[in-house]
């Protein structure tokens, strides 16, 4: 059974442009989760979908921004890109949802924003 | 809210010694609690989760880990540890905050192993 998916691995921005990440779950997966990992904070949660449905947000401001897809992969958008938005941007899938099971990450996709 | 702490940014054993990595969380019921490992480079892999029953739980690669809820704590353990895990750990809990499920992690503990 293939992993989850994230694309691109690693991407370079300029402050002020947008990006789009995308993350492909296990097969058989509806939840999806989005967490900002970052040497200081740690990881952050953004915001769980499952089945096409936000069910959760954290505590980021409206730049952040995700989808889900009708085969449950999702996308996440950041907007205005701020020099603070450098960090690994982890997705995770799960069957059920992210506190009842495990949570599977992807690799990554690695934010940099100059 | 849930939170967890964890409260060793880093740590140094040497390889062949026995390890424990402290957590300490915060929530109001039964939490679900989590350990994953995340090697340079990669994404997180679940080691040991506890969700109830025995407080000693058992999981990959040799870690055990003791749910004691008096001291609301979730101490990850190794007997003898190898060179190969050298990696971060974190420590996470999940729980309904306003009916929706979460997962909160801790900020990490990075184990560095010397020969």
């Known amino acids: 059974k293939a992993g989850v998916t994230q694309t691109p691995r690693y991407l370079i921005k300029t402050r002020g442009q947008q990006v789009t990440l995308s993350c492909s779950p296990i097969?058989?997966?509806?939840?999806v989760s989005w967490y900002q990992q970052t040497p200081g904070q740690g990881l952050q949660f953004l915001f769980e979908?499952?089945?096409?449905?936000?069910?959760n947000k954290g505590n980021f401001p409206g730049r952040f921004s995700g989808r889900q897809f009708s085969n449950s992969r999702s996308e996440m958008n950041v907007s205005t890109l701020e020099l603070g938005d450098s960090a690994l941007y982890l997705c995770?899938?799960?069957?059920?949802?992210?506190?009842?099971?495990?949570?599977?990450f992807g690799e990554g996709s690695r934010l940099t924003v100059l | 809210a849930q939170s967890v702490t964890q409260p060793d940014i880093h740590i140094t054993v040497s390889e062949g010694a026995s390890l424990e990595l402290r957590c300490n969380y915060s929530?109001?019921?039964?939490?679900?609690l989590f350990w994953y490992v995340q090697s340079p480079g990669q994404g997180l892999q679940l080691l040991l989760k506890?969700?109830?029953?025995?407080?000693l739980v058992q999981g990959i690669k040799g870690f055990e880990a003791e749910f004691k809820r008096s001291q609301s704590s979730f101490n990850l353990r190794k007997p003898s540890v190898h060179w190969s895990d050298a990696a971060e750990y974190f420590c996470?809990?999940?729980?309904?905050?306003?009916?929706?499920?979460?997962?909160?992690f801790g900020t990490g503990t990075k184990l560095q192993v010397i020969p």
């Open positions: 097969s058989g997966h509806r939840s």
């Open positions: 979908y499952f089945s096409e449905t936000q069910r």
């Open positions: 996470a809990v999940g729980g309904s905050v306003r009916g929706y499920q979460k997962v909160t």
């Open positions: 929530y109001g019921a039964t939490p679900y």
């Open positions: 506890y969700f109830s029953g025995d407080t």
């Open positions: 995770a899938s799960s069957a059920q949802g992210p506190n009842t099971g495990e949570l599977f």
